[in-house]
């Protein structure tokens, strides 16, 4: 289907269009509105299809001309839009095809039956072109908030002068340590820190990928002068590592997160004190 109507179709529904436009502007809106469930309002729902009507009429009058583009944008522009507000592909599609209902009710007679069915290919051509549209721009409002959780869920913290924090939960995998990595550095040369301490305490298991990860983050680090700690290292998983053979060389590693930070002060030439020693 090329979905551009053709034959005498073309200035019939044109002609219908702009002698009933109130009425079959005022009868989508409203058919549109009701879809809505108050998720968008009528103001709205017109300001679209009143842009819409225009265009869908402009095309049927000249279909090889500009208009046709300027409704398939038109059409895109609410596609993204819709899948932004959480509107399904579904009620985004019927919000075009309620369209052919409202022309339908404005129809006298049979002799205008032929140039409808005509129309109403167009129309469905049309609102199966937001469905394309629609999964596109879900799945880019997926991957920008996949990215947002994933910035959120590797925080670089200023542990103390010098010291930053990197707590670790769930799954370390190349995506994650790739942000991991760019965060700690920009934090370093932001800071000055000449120590990082990585806690994995939230990371469920270390395999050998993950411990290339950190061994990749570590590396890193040291070219910008800072020293990489990694605490959280529990029974289970100091077991893991050992039964796999894997080797952190002379990266420390502390148990916990307050082994490490001692380390980092320590390293950087202070000490803290127990009560009794103040």
Same mark, same amino acid.
């Given at each position: 289907?090329?979905?551009?109507?053709?034959?005498?179709?073309?200035?019939?529904?044109?002609?219908?269009?702009?002698?009933?436009?109130?009425?079959?502007?005022?009868?989508? /809106?409203?058919?549109?509105?009701?879809?809505?469930?108050?998720?968008?309002?009528?103001?709205?729902?017109?300001?679209?299809?009143?842009?819409?009507?225009?265009?869908?009429?402009?095309?049927?009058?000249?279909?090889?001309?500009?208009?046709?583009?300027?409704?398939?944008?038109?059409?895109?522009?609410?596609?993204?839009?819709?899948?932004?507000?959480?509107?399904?592909?579904?009620?985004?599609?019927?919000? /075009?095809?309620?369209?052919?209902?409202?022309?339908?009710?404005?129809?006298?007679?049979?002799?205008?039956?032929?140039?409808?069915?005509?129309?109403?290919?167009?129309?469905?051509?049309?609102?199966?072109?937001?469905?394309?549209?629609?999964?596109?721009?879900?799945?880019?409002?997926?991957?920008?908030?996949?990215?947002?959780?994933?910035?959120?869920?590797?925080?670089?913290?200023?542990?103390?002068?010098?010291?930053?924090?990197?707590?670790?939960?769930?799954?370390?995998?190349?995506?994650?340590?790739?942000?991991?990595?760019?965060?700690?550095?920009?934090?370093?040369?932001?800071?000055?820190?000449?120590?990082?301490?990585?806690?994995?305490?939230?990371?469920?298991a270390v395999d050998t990928e993950v411990a290339q990860h950190l061994l990749k983050t570590v590396m890193a680090a040291r070219l910008m002068g800072a020293e990489c700690i990694i605490s959280g290292i529990r029974p289970q998983i100091a077991h893991t590592i050992a039964?796999?053979?894997?080797?952190?060389?002379?990266?420390?590693?502390?148990?916990?997160?307050?082994?490490?930070?001692?380390?980092?002060?320590?390293?950087?030439?202070?000490?803290?004190?127990?009560?009794?020693?103040?």
């Amino acid at each position: 289907m090329s979905g551009e109507p053709s034959g005498t179709a073309e200035p019939r529904m044109s002609h219908l269009l702009r002698s009933r436009r109130d009425a079959v502007l005022g009868r989508w /809106v409203e058919l549109v509105t009701e879809g809505t469930r108050g998720r968008i309002t009528e103001g709205e729902v017109r300001s679209e299809l009143t842009e819409l009507y225009d265009l869908v009429e402009g095309a049927l009058t000249e279909p090889d001309g500009t208009t046709a583009g300027q409704l398939r944008a038109a059409l895109s522009d609410i596609s993204r839009s819709r899948a932004r507000q959480g509107f399904s592909p579904t009620e985004t599609a019927i919000a /075009v095809f309620a369209l052919k209902r409202a022309v339908h009710e404005q129809l006298e007679g049979a002799d205008g039956y032929a140039d409808f069915i005509e129309f109403s290919a167009y129309i469905d051509d049309l609102g199966l072109a937001t469905f394309e549209t629609y999964a596109n721009a879900r799945e880019q409002v997926i991957a920008d908030q996949a990215e947002q959780l994933l910035e959120l869920s590797t925080p670089v913290v200023k542990l103390w002068d010098g010291i930053l924090g990197v707590p670790l939960v769930g799954t370390l995998d190349s995506a994650r340590t790739q942000v991991v990595m760019e965060a700690m550095l920009q934090m370093i040369a932001d800071t000055g820190s000449r120590f990082a301490v990585i806690d994995i305490t939230g990371v469920p298991a270390v395999d050998t990928e993950v411990a290339q990860h950190l061994l990749k983050t570590v590396m890193a680090a040291r070219l910008m002068g800072a020293e990489c700690i990694i605490s959280g290292i529990r029974p289970q998983i100091a077991h893991t590592i050992a039964a796999l053979g894997i080797e952190f060389g002379d990266i420390v590693t502390k148990a916990s997160l307050a082994d490490a930070l001692a380390h980092a002060l320590h390293g950087s030439g202070l000490r803290v004190l127990g009560r009794t020693d103040a």
